[in-house]
């Protein structure tokens, strides 16, 4: 009976490990989401600079330059820096949700296990003493 108690514990120890492991990562996500989400222009690299619209000009400008094509006004290229900066800010959040969403899952069921399988190292180990006393 007492090498499966080891087992028993070395499972349990393994899991809680890995349990600890696993949140570290999901808190690091967490954190990472949430950080984004209260910058949402600069969360990823993007080819846009989208932090101004005199910025988004210059680049727009610089590309038709090169392309020889079609330069837009002042009141057409606002729109379009509108528009790529609301898409950039509404893909981020879904990004940010969802990461939360996942990572605040995954930290949960490692708690549970690590929790779990505590209980279950100590109980092993009272069930230990209680055959070591006893014998």
């Known amino acids: ?32 989401a949430l950080i984004d989400r209260n910058d949402p222009i600069h969360a990823w690299r993007n080819d846009q600079k989208l932090a101004s619209f005199e ?31 609301e898409d950039k800010i509404m893909s981020v959040e879904h990004h940010v949700k969802r990461s939360i969403i996942v990572n605040s899952l995954i930290i949960t069921i490692a708690v549970i296990l690590f929790v779990s399988h505590w209980v279950l190292i100590r109980r092993v180990g009272k069930t230990e003493e209680l055959n070591v006393s006893s014998a």
């Open 1 to 32: 009976m007492d090498k499966k108690q080891k087992i028993i514990q070395i499972y349990a120890v393994v899991i809680c490990v890995a349990a600890v492991i696993t949140m570290l990562i999901s808190t690091a996500g967490l954190v990472s």
């Open 55 to 85: 910025n988004f000009k210059m680049d727009a400008l610089k590309s038709t330059l090169k392309d020889q094509a079609y330069i837009p006004d002042d009141a057409t290229l606002h729109k379009m820096y509108e528009s790529a900066r």
